[in-house]
């Protein structure tokens, strides 16, 4: 998995929550996101620039994250990010602290390899989750998942209860679709021909 640098400041918690509120809305008011790393018993709360977390979030990759909170370096993971519902500009960053013995669950892409058979049938093949959560140490997770769609027929799809990679437990619901090859207009056309 590759890496990436994330340089923080680390921020104070206000008492008192009215004094906590002004305290996010000035950070986001000066171009900062209010960031939290979780992990190794304790909670840090920290800012990172808008500008320092865009290579991390807008991206269909997945990274560890070298922290530099202060000079205090960690390696993490992105937990959860929350967006503006409006502006869509980043809210709030979660991060976990790694710990290279024990599991961690992360989102890895996916990627198709091969020309599936229902496609060379004038089907159309969807990627329908982009994503699969996965659960293993860091170190086995890869930056991409392959699924090989040759043998996939019209009209047939790949779950993930179908799929299996080594080291990794698959988290994602069983039954959810992976990908399909859907009939199109001109296959059901061609099949109803080759029927008559």
């Known amino acids: 998995m590759k890496s990436i640098e994330v340089k923080g400041t680390a921020r104070t918690i206000a008492e008192r929550s009215s004094e906590q509120a002004r305290a996010l809305k000035e950070i986001r008011k000066n171009g900062g996101v209010p960031c939290v790393l979780y992990g190794a018993g304790e909670v840090v709360h920290f800012t990172v620039t808008n500008e320092g977390l865009r290579n991390l979030v807008y991206t269909?990759?997945?990274?560890?994250v070298d922290l530099d909170i202060d000079g205090k370096k960690v390696n993490a993971i992105?937990?959860?990010?929350?967006?503006?519902?409006v502006k869509d500009n980043i809210l709030h960053v979660d991060f976990y602290q790694i710990d290279e013995a024990k599991p961690i669950v992360m989102e890895v892409p996916v990627q198709l390899e091969g020309l599936a058979e229902g496609?060379?049938?004038g089907g159309k093949l969807a990627l329908q989750m982009r994503k699969i959560k996965v659960k293993a140490l860091y170190n086995a997770i890869p930056e991409k998942l392959t699924v090989n769609v040759s043998h996939l027929g019209l009209?047939?799809?790949?779950?993930?209860?179908e799929l299996s990679f080594e080291g990794l437990e698959l988290i994602?619901?069983?039954e959810?679709?992976?990908?399909a090859v859907k009939l199109t207009r001109a296959a059901r056309g061609a099949a109803a021909a080759a029927g008559k």
């Not at 009209?155 to 209860?161: A, H, I, P, S």
């Open 60 to 64: 269909p990759h997945i990274y560890v």
């Open 172 to 174: 994602s619901a069983k």
């Open 119 to 121: 496609v060379k049938a």
């Open 78 to 85: 992105l937990k959860d990010i929350q967006f503006h519902p």
């Open 155 to 161: 009209g047939k799809t790949v779950k993930v209860g």
């Open 176 to 179: 959810a679709v992976v990908c």
